[in-house]
């Protein structure tokens, strides 16, 4: 008998599109420069995350599920839901989330945050999350 082939053990098969695993690998982001506080009380200027926004927008045309992995692997994204509070991360990422929908899909505020409370955006980011636990484990 030969041998058995070595196996490519992955998480999701999303995560062997390089679009999806690892989407900011060669973006570069000086975290030392992130002021949370300044965004916290001034907004953000959305052309500051158009890498995010490109990369999630490439996502979602693979899908929904695609484009929660990309979001939720942004490193400013990561930093503030490592340093911040929960309440602060949970409104820093539905800024983002509304920024997107209104910049690529011509949606308001209201439209955004009802397509944020979809069980189908729910199910797809809880999935996201859950995914890279599972990956990020195996580091």
Request: glycine share 6%; net charge negative; with cysteine.
């Amino acid at each position: 008998m030969g041998k058995p082939k070595a196996q490519v053990n992955v998480v999701h098969p999303l995560l062997a599109n390089p679009l999806i695993n690892e989407p900011f690998d060669d973006v570069e982001i000086d975290l030392s420069t992130f002021d949370f506080k300044d965004i916290e009380e001034n907004g953000f200027d959305p052309a500051h995350f158009d890498d995010l926004f490109q990369a999630m927008k490439a996502g979602e045309g693979i899908s929904l599920l695609a484009l929660c992995l990309i979001f939720l692997q942004y490193p400013v994204l990561e930093l503030v839901v490592a340093e911040e509070s929960e309440d602060a991360a949970t409104d820093f990422m539905m800024g983002l989330l509304i920024v997107y929908r209104g910049i690529f899909h011509d949606e308001d505020e209201d439209a955004a945050i009802t397509w944020i409370g979809s069980d189908a955006f729910q199910s797809a980011y809880n999935e996201a999350s859950l995914i890279l636990q599972k990956k990020n484990a195996r580091v």
